[in-house]
């Protein structure tokens, strides 16, 4: 060994002790020991958090899937005729909706999307064509896209047997991006699993409305466009306390709550529009 190879031996064995040693009168210790017990500290309270909203979404998962047919079937009617019947729903030009998911049970929108995609538009001008973009998922890591559709023979099922735009139409062109659109939308079709009356909402776990609502608001105010409603469709057992549900950093607050007894506005923005 040489003699550089020597002093660093015995440097290491001096100094790794007092790194280690709980006792040890290090200097390093105290910092160690500090930044070690914020980051804990900074985790603890997120982390709890995390786990209460998985135990949210156990016991609202089991109460849908418990929920009886034929009322499901009648809020979903009745959900779709306050959302067609609204006049924020009727003047909207552009607006972003999910597609609504059966296995999920999601609240259906088969009927608002089928009325959107109506090739005729009425004599009233608030009833003309909108145009209305819809949600494909392109990975795992919250990433989703919102993409034009004219039909509802755009979609096909992905492989969660979920209904999608592909990213190209039957001409091989690609289908407008929302993100990439020159015009706003004025309106956002929610999903979740479960809301409250002060505008908390929490999705199932994949974090990817959250990501994009954030992305787009971030985008209308970059480029100075009034930002659009929120507005989340919502069966009744859905509807918690306020407080019950946990809200985290990257929560995105929703404006509006249609139910199967009508619209509950939430944000100032709604209130404004007399929802």
């Known amino acids: 060994m040489t003699i550089i190879g020597r002093r660093l031996q015995r440097f290491t064995e001096r100094m790794i002790p007092q790194l280690v040693s709980p006792t040890a009168a290090s200097p390093f210790l105290p910092i160690l020991n500090l930044r070690s017990s914020t980051t804990m500290s900074a985790a603890a309270p997120l982390e709890a958090l995390f786990k209460e909203k998985k135990a949210l979404r156990s016991r609202v998962r089991k109460q849908l899937k418990s929920m009886d047919p034929a009322l499901r079937s009648q809020e979903d009617e009745a959900i779709q005729r306050v959302v067609l019947e609204a006049p924020w729903f009727k003047s909207c030009r552009s607006l972003c909706a999910y597609i609504s998911c059966a296995a999920l049970r ?87 699993l479960a809301f409250d009356k002060s505008g908390r909402r929490i999705g199932r776990g994949g974090g990817y409305y959250d990501t994009f609502l954030t992305k787009y608001q971030e985008l209308a105010k970059d480029r100075k466009w009034k930002k659009p409603l929120f507005v989340a469709l919502s069966y009744s057992l859905q509807i918690l306390e306020d407080g019950v549900i946990p809200i985290t950093p990257n929560d995105v607050p929703i404006d509006a709550l249609v139910s199967s007894s009508g619209v509950i506005p939430i944000s100032q923005a709604a209130n404004k529009m007399h929802l």
């Open 106 to 192: 999601e609240v259906d929108t088969t009927k608002v999307l089928s009325e959107i995609l109506k090739n005729t538009p009425q004599d009233d001008d608030s009833q003309a064509r909108k145009k209305l973009y819809v949600p494909r998922v392109e990975d795992k890591n919250s990433f989703m896209r919102m993409l034009n559709i004219t039909r509802m023979d755009d979609l096909v099922a992905n492989s969660m047997d979920i209904l999608e735009p592909e990213p190209c139409d039957a001409e091989g062109k690609e289908r407008e991006d929302v993100m990439l659109a020159d015009e706003p939308v004025d309106l956002f079709l929610l999903p979740g």
